[in-house]
């Protein structure tokens, strides 16, 4: 099993930036592809972003294309996202996980999940 737990959300203000973290346990080298998601209240988990552990590969959603960034850092066995220029539309609970694909931008893909962070941007 890969045990994965968030951090690093909040409340601030539209236009600022977070950054998000999810560190890695358990059997890490079974894992490929780590993703972040999103969900805000009344809507579905929405795919954010995701990166290779061994390779630079990332992908992106075109809604936050050129605002977040996602990195890795293998021997923290940790994912980054750093969000910038925050909009209120990006409010919502931020959760990371583990897929043995890719491309992997559907939900169905990743088998561990974390318990997620709130994400609050307010106008």
């Known amino acids: 099993q890969v045990q994965l737990v968030e951090s690093g959300g909040g409340l601030v203000q539209a236009g600022g930036s977070l950054r998000l973290s999810c560190a890695a346990s358990g059997r890490t080298f079974s894992s490929y592809t780590m993703g972040w998601f999103r969900q805000a209240p009344g809507k579905g988990r929405e795919f954010v972003a995701a990166?290779?552990?061994?390779?630079?590969?990332?992908d992106y959603a075109d809604s936050v294309k050129g605002r977040f960034t996602i990195s890795r850092d293998n021997a923290k066995n940790t994912v980054y996202l750093q969000m910038n220029s925050l909009k209120p539309e990006d409010t919502a609970v931020y959760s990371c996980a583990s897929s043995q694909e890719w491309p992997a931008r559907a939900s169905n893909a990743y088998h561990y999940w974390g318990q997620g962070t709130q994400v609050t941007v307010s106008s």
């Open positions: 990166i290779m552990w061994r390779s630079d590969k990332t």
